[in-house]
């Protein structure tokens, strides 16, 4: 997985502001985002958040740090900035540098300061930096036979025991070391020994260091069910799913988009993030909502597409294409076929294109930073072929069966995507004479090689 | 808050045709005249969208805990004395309407409760948006600090705050409060005000009704404790913390740092010798300029200025970073007794100042 990962350290840039509001100074991550931003040497800071943040540092002669969000080429960009005047010059410290992250379905911890609390047992506890509790639900106290007030200023460990994980280890540990949200530390209550579990996001202070814990605690239910998993949609699940959802989603996007431009006057700025939010949920939506609609009629028995000549090295070259900008946000590099490479084959372009952009997308997202995912064609007397191989961690032998069913994913914790993609490929691929079928093993990569028929006619 | 509803058994019915075209025609003029007013507002009169919606959320809960307490005590003593009907009438007659009632007779408008829950729901959520500034690391923050001390006034004082503080937050996210938390004068004027709308939805008032209502009305009077306000709570520890000039810079820049803005608030009126409120309103002021001069009254130096001024800046989008940065010198070169002159005004007592405020108001006129 090569997309950001919030355990990594992320990098530190310096950079020295002159006073004029030049860099006389920077390390190569800023000279590179103030060029792409247009900025050039000797001539003014060019990122307008970066300058602003200076020069108010300057000006009030103190520190400021912010994060902001800076557009680079065609993503954004999350930064957190500190701004220290020293003499006439202003340092700057810029860390972070996170791309602003796609919505995600399933959080790994969830956002505990903006979440709903799951059901009425669970309560909201915070701390300062030295682990001591500044908040706690009042009225959980007498649920649970604790005295909230008297917790108050209490270090943490006042109200849990805090127990070892599964794999013997504390999390609450490894959040504090890492400075990222705590997920899922088993605990119970001192005052009934009843057990609980503790997520919390971390709260930063101006200087970006650890000011405590913004935290949920939930009951552990003993019995709790898990969940029966569908293995099969029913025709009348997904009918009228189309008609049902896509039209209010699409709207829902379109307006959420028009609030986060500001098309109809000037909103708050949180308000235009979180219509960003709202659009970008919606279009995974939508995208669930085109999966399913896909995936009945791909398992409808009488399902095929019509072939039509296609050049399939022109169909893997878009499908590339499109993936440019995911994948260089990613470090990504993708190598298409040659522009001159043609592959006549009979299918359904936009089938094609569908299974294509599915196989780079899932290349791209598990190739680690740095690697090449490679696209190539090769034709022979009675196929055509694509393949589309990465340098990601691979594919178990026993997991290569499991992928291509539905709502199987390798990693189900990972983000994005939905278990279907792979199916739905599959059956396209079927449905026009070819087959997909996957090459891998672990630590070596995998290689997805879908075949078409060759177009007789063109070869 | 919107203008009220008129009650929907106002309308006449359709068997007098012509009354009912009259009331039409009479919302209509009342609904243009709102809208007009509405579009000559003044931006910055106008309340936020998160400011709007808190408030409603406030005024509805204080007024909901006041009316509940009043229906639920009279309901207990009516039927206590036999009269079961009528204590039942108590609980159902126009039960939840009472905050419609009151709005509907312009009450709510009254100037120093909006002043007071306006400014208490903007302190709140200007609070909650303040940047954390970690003083030491692995050090507990100020208050949990204060809690721990030796000198028990101070402790308890915090330990007090800690815990009127988390009162509210629950108050405001979860829409119960436990009391309506207001200045006493306030606290009187409202019960009244919503004692008066009960007996107004009662379909056969009695004196025995009458009686009860005003017995629940002034048990919830002796019940209100003023000093268990936050304001009041941050004044005790403001006063039992006594911050001398050479630490006080650090007790405001910390205090805020802590998001303890009723701390601040307290801190900054203890020092300028001043009532809460009216350092609450000048920390508030988008402005700040009463704010920087009382800063500088009390000698602040540049940099505890700019840091005071950069965390309400961040959290109060209100505020013009911008300009305060133009401003900043200009704030700094005020001398001490200059800046204590400009806002001595704000020493006068309370009721005098709102005697000179009322009169400037009809001069105004």
Excluded: C
């Excluded at chain 2, 709308?197 to 209502?213: K, M, N, V, Y």
């Amino acid at each position: 997985m090569s997309v950001f990962d919030p355990s990594t350290e992320s990098p530190i840039a310096h950079a020295i502001v002159a006073p004029d509001g030049s860099l006389s100074f920077a390390d190569p991550a800023l000279i590179a985002l103030n060029q792409r931003a247009g900025g050039m040497r000797g001539a003014p800071l060019a990122v307008p958040q970066l300058a602003t943040i200076a020069r108010l540092a300057r000006r009030l002669g103190i520190v400021v740090s912010r994060g902001v969000v800076v557009a680079d080429d065609e993503t954004d960009v999350d930064l957190w900035v500190r701004a220290q005047p020293d003499g006439e010059n202003v340092r700057l410290t810029v860390s972070g540098w996170r791309e602003i992250a796609a919505w995600r379905p399933a959080r790994p911890a969830p956002d505990a300061q903006n979440d709903f609390l799951g059901s009425d047992t669970d309560w909201r506890w915070e701390t300062d930096s030295a682990l001591r509790l500044t908040f706690v639900t009042l009225d959980a106290g007498p649920k649970h036979g604790f005295d909230a007030f008297a917790l108050l200023g209490q270090p943490l460990t006042a109200m849990f025991a805090l127990d070892a994980g599964t794999d013997g280890t504390l999390p609450i540990l490894d959040s504090l070391a890492r400075r990222r949200a705590m997920a899922a530390q088993p605990a119970h209550l001192r005052s009934s020994g009843r057990a609980v579990t503790l997520t919390a996001n971390v709260r930063h202070d101006a200087s970006g260091d650890f000011a405590g814990f913004v935290g949920v605690a939930r009951m552990v239910v003993e019995d709790a069910l898990a969940p029966v998993a569908a293995d099969t949609l029913s025709p009348t699940f997904t009918s009228g799913l189309d008609k049902a959802l896509r039209i209010p989603l699409a709207r829902i996007v379109a307006n959420a988009d028009s609030i986060n431009a500001q098309a109809d006057g000037p909103v708050q700025h949180d308000y235009a993030d979180y219509a960003a939010d709202i659009a970008s949920a919606g279009r995974h939506l939508l995208e669930l909502v085109d999966d399913l609609v896909d995936l009945q009629a791909v398992e409808r028995p009488d399902f095929a597409l019509a072939p039509e000549p296609i050049d399939l090295a022109d169909v893997a070259r878009r499908a590339a294409g499109l993936l440019t900008v995911r994948a260089s946000n990613a470090e990504v590099t993708i190598v298409r076929p040659a522009m001159d490479a043609r592959v006549p084959a009979l299918g359904d372009f936009r089938r094609l294109l569908q299974i294509l952009v599915n196989l780079v997308g899932n290349a791209v997202r598990y190739s680690p930073a740095g690697s090449h995912v490679t696209v190539s064609v090769e034709r022979s007397e009675t196929q055509a072929i694509v393949v589309v191989a990465d340098q990601g961690k691979g594919v178990a032998p026993e997991d290569q069966i499991r992928i291509f069913e539905k709502f199987e994913r390798v990693d189900p914790s990972e983000a994005g995507g939905n278990g279907l993609g792979l199916y739905i490929a599959r059956r396209l691929a079927r449905a026009m004479q070819g087959d997909l079928m996957i090459e891998s093993a672990p630590g070596e990569g995998a290689r997805f090689v879908l075949t078409l028929p060759a177009d007789p006619a063109r070869h | 808050m919107s203008v009220g509803r008129d009650p929907v058994d106002a309308m006449p019915s359709y068997d007098d045709p012509l009354a009912r075209a009259e009331t039409v025609r009479l919302r209509a003029e009342t609904r243009l005249a709102g809208t007009i007013a509405d579009f000559f507002l003044d931006a910055d009169a106008r309340l936020d969208d998160r400011t709007r919606l808190m408030l409603a959320h406030v005024l509805d809960a204080i007024v909901g805990s006041i009316e509940w307490d009043i229906r639920r005590h009279a309901a207990r003593s009516l039927a206590g004395n036999g009269s079961t009907k009528a204590g039942e009438a108590i609980l159902k007659a126009g039960a939840g309407g009472v905050v419609d009632r009151l709005t509907r007779a312009g009450l709510l408008r009254d100037e120093e409760l909006m002043d007071e829950l306006i400014t208490r729901v903007r302190h709140d959520l200007i609070a909650a948006s303040l940047p954390v500034e970690v003083a030491e690391p692995d050090e507990a923050s100020l208050l949990v600090r204060l809690a721990g001390v030796p000198d028990s006034i101070v402790a308890s004082a915090a330990s007090a705050l800690l815990a009127a503080e988390s009162r509210r937050r629950v108050a405001n996210e979860q829409g119960v409060v436990g009391g309506s938390e207001l200045p006493a004068e306030l606290h009187h004027r409202l019960v009244w005000w919503v004692a008066a709308a009960i007996r107004d939805g009662l379909p056969h008032a009695t004196r025995e009704s009458d009686r009860a209502i005003t017995d629940a009305a002034q048990r919830s009077l002796a019940a209100h404790d003023e000093g268990e306000r936050p304001d009041a709570v941050a004044m005790r520890l403001a006063g039992a913390l006594d911050a001398r000039p050479n630490e006080l810079a650090a007790v405001l820049v910390e205090s805020i740092g802590d998001r303890r803005l009723s701390l601040f608030v307290a801190v900054l009126a203890h020092a300028l010798g001043i009532a809460f409120d009216q350092a609450r309103a000048i920390t508030l002021e988008p402005e700040g300029d009463r704010l920087w001069l009382a800063l500088r009254a009390l000698d602040m130096d540049r940099p505890t200025i700019a840091r005071i001024g950069l965390a309400l800046s961040e959290a109060d989008p209100r505020r013009d970073i911008e300009a305060f940065a133009d401003a900043l010198d200009a704030i700094v070169s005020v001398g001490v007794e200059d800046a204590r002159a400009s806002i001595a005004p704000l020493a006068l007592n309370r009721d005098f100042r709102m005697a000179l405020r009322a009169l400037a108001r009809t001069s105004r006129r």
